[in-house]
T-cell receptor, first 113, second 109 residues
Framework: DTGVSQNPRHKITKRGQNVTFRCDPISEHNRLYWYRQTLGQGPEFLTYFQNEAQLEKSRLLSDRFSAERPKGSFSTLEIQRTEQGDSAMYLC???????????FGEGSRLTVL | GEDVEQSLFLSVREGDSSVINCTYTDSSSTYLYWYKQEPGAGLQLLTYIFSNMDMKQDQRLTVLLNKKDKHLSLRIADTQTGDSAIYFCADGEDNRLAFGKGNQVVVIP
């Protein structure tokens, strides 16, 4: 098992464009989480899935953000009409149920010009 | 989880002990966590402590929890160059965690 994989690792885009990030969790992990980390801060919870069901969305997740996990395996996080304030590292993590270890990917860094 | 606060920077000589502190506000968290983030790598769980415990030791790591003051600390004994990283404490349920800002630890050989 290669761990949690995220793509692309770095995305540079112009303000107003849409971007999509993909996360492949560890196989057999039924829970998948998205976090966002800005420079000098700790990660902030965005949303999570159990299998294909999205169970919770943080108030940080504006209506420009949408996440899916259609088959309960990989997940995508789409940001529409990007703003400079969306520049951050987007982290994906997975776990087996709510067991006390999250396995994080290396993140997808978004730079909005 | 709610607000978690940490101080920012610690420099320590190789072989010495390092102590990282954290305060948290969510007293309902069942577990509190320490994660490590190395450059270019994903966050890695170091250890966690059940909220009813005062102390947990795990090899070179010692976690102390003061529930009355909502204070959590991580002591790393015999600090090594590979311990250079950013350390985050976190609280929360079901892995919906609130992380502190992190402590950067720099180990001087």
């Amino acid at each position: 098992d290669t761990g949690v994989s995220q793509n692309p690792r770095h995305k540079i885009t112009k303000r107003g464009q849409n971007v999509t990030f993909r996360c492949d969790p560890i196989s057999e992990h039924n829970r998948l989480y998205w976090y966002r980390q800005t420079l000098g801060q700790g990660p902030e919870f965005l949303t999570y899935f159990q299998n294909e069901a999205q169970l919770e969305k943080s108030r940080l997740l504006s209506d420009r953000f949408s996440a899916e996990r259609p088959k309960g395996s990989f997940s995508t996080l789409e940001i529409q009409r990007t703003e400079q304030g969306d520049s951050a590292m987007y982290l994906c993590a997975s776990s087996v149920d709510s067991r006390r270890e999250l396995f994080f990917g290396e993140g997808s860094r978004l730079t909005v010009l | 989880g709610e607000d978690v606060e940490q101080s920012l920077f610690l420099s320590v000589r190789e072989g010495d002990s390092s102590v990282i502190n954290c305060t948290y506000t969510d007293s309902s968290s069942t577990y509190l966590y320490w994660y490590k983030q190395e450059p270019g790598a994903g966050l890695q769980l170091l250890t966690y402590i059940f909220s009813n415990m005062d102390m947990k030791q795990d090899q070179r790591l010692t976690v102390l929890l003061n529930k009355k003051d909502k204070h959590l600390s991580l002591r790393i004994a015999d600090t090594q160059t590979g311990d250079s990283a950013i350390y985050f404490c976190a609280d929360g349920e079901d892995n919906r965690l609130a992380f502190g800002k992190g402590n950067q630890v720099v180990v001087i050989p």
